[in-house]
T-cell receptor, first 112, second 116 residues
């Protein structure tokens, strides 16, 4: 069975500090990978997607970056956090041929 | 662009009462998008509740039902008798498919509080 693991579960970070969020998918080779984000009071929106190792496409510009260093790993990062980065971050995967998405348990980020 | 609008929360109902959470969509990029209801229980991630890919069909799961109505572009979520354990945030979504990848367009989410 496929599993998706996100880390950390929650973070409190200072404005201007760096951030790295991770996501690992086990049991599925060559998945499509996604980062979604929900600001407080906002809707979930897709930030990045990746269909293969080393290739990441940005969907929304938020001064964040993403990388896929391995087939089963997706990293979201920034060198300098903004207050507006606070929210709930979700990693997800799907098979390349359909739209069924499986989400991780999420990371709650508070930037102060 | 594509969008999803759903009942603004929080919605508070008593246990064993019926529930309806409205969802309407606007899909300009695809005529008949796949439609979804996701749920997020307290302290957990997002889980797929039900999915319907064919207009006119009904999806059901855990006592919840939703019918894909292309005439009214709606996908309302209903349950005849809610339980306290149904308290959660419910998201309606549609899928934009582009080649071999896609994107879910979500509504704002509806917080459901079921009182014992």
């Amino acid at each position: 069975a496929q599993t998706i693991h996100q880390w950390p579960v929650a973070e409190i970070k200072a404005v201007g500090s760096p951030l790295s969020l991770g996501c690992t998918i086990k049991g599925k080779s060559s998945p499509n990978l996604y980062w979604y984000w929900q600001a407080t009071g906002g809707t979930l929106q897709q930030l990045f997607y990746s269909i293969t190792v080393g290739q990441v496409e940005s969907v929304v510009q938020l001064n964040l970056s993403a990388s896929r260093p391995k087939d089963d790993q997706f990293i979201l990062s920034t060198e300098k956090l903004l207050l507006s980065h606070s929210g709930f971050y979700l990693c997800a995967w799907s098979r390349q041929e359909n739209s069924d998405y499986t989400f991780g348990s999420g990371t709650r980020l508070l930037v102060i | 662009g594509d969008s999803v609008t759903q009942t603004e929360g929080p919605v508070t109902v008593s246990e064993s009462e019926s529930l309806i959470i409205n969802c309407t969509y606007s899909a300009t990029s695809i005529a008949y998008p796949n439609l979804f209801w996701y749920v997020r229980y307290p302290g957990e991630g997002l889980q797929l509740l039900l999915k319907v890919i064919t207009a006119g069909q009904k999806g059901s799961s855990r006592g919840f039902e939703a019918t894909y109505n292309k005439e009214t572009t709606s996908f309302h979520l209903q349950k005849a008798s809610v339980q306290e354990s149904d308290s959660a945030v419910y998201y309606c979504a549609l899928a934009q498919i582009t080649g071999n990848t896609g994107k879910l367009i979500f509504g704002l989410g509806t917080t459901l509080q079921v009182q014992p």
